[in-house]
Every structure is written in C-alpha cells, then in structure tokens.
C-alpha cells in the first residue's frame, strides 16, 4: 500500500481492509481504477482461481516449448554417436 492508502485505512479494522481488498480483486473496474491509482499500467490477464480442471490436467502442460529438432542423420566418429544427449 501507498502513503496515501496507509493513511486512509489506519482508523479501519484489519478485517475490514481485508474484505475491501477482496471486493477490489474481484471486480475488474475496481482493479482498473486501483492501478491507474497506484500508476500501474492494468492489464486485464490475471492468473485466476486454480480450479479443479487445472489441477486434473496439470501434468499435461507442455511447459518447455524448445522441443529438439530431429534430424535425419547421426555424427559418429570412429563409430560413437556425438550428437545425441537420448543415448
């Protein structure tokens, strides 16, 4: 939080702040207004809730997306294979 915000909230319960904050998280306005605010550009892609979906198909993410490029052909010298890290 700002100075301005510590300043505003500081007579406010804790518990309070808390809800206001989840009501700003929920509401895509309220987070717009907060970040021009806080002058933070807004960008309205957010991580979201970790739903059950995600949690059943975490395993089939492709996280790394530099596959190796297959090749037709092998160096070998004096007939051991150099290039090939599945061996």
């Known amino acids: 939080m700002d100075e301005f915000t510590k300043k505003s909230v500081e007579k406010f319960d804790k518990s309070t702040v ?3 904050e989840k009501l700003i998280d929920q509401s895509p ?3 717009k207004i907060r970040s021009i ?3 933070v550009a807004y960008s ?3 991580s979201g ?3 059950q979906q995600y949690k059943d ?3 089939k993410i492709e996280w790394n997306t530099n596959k190796k490029k297959a090749t037709g052909y092998k ?3 004096n007939g051991v294979v150099q290039n090939d ?3």
């Open 75 to 77: 160096v070998r010298i």
């Open 57 to 59: 198909n975490y395993d």
């Open 37 to 39: 605010k806080d002058g």
């Open 49 to 51: 809730a970790v739903d």
């Open 85 to 87: 890290e599945e061996e």
């Open 29 to 31: 306005e309220l987070k």
């Open 18 to 20: 808390k809800q206001a």
């Open 44 to 46: 309205g892609i957010s």
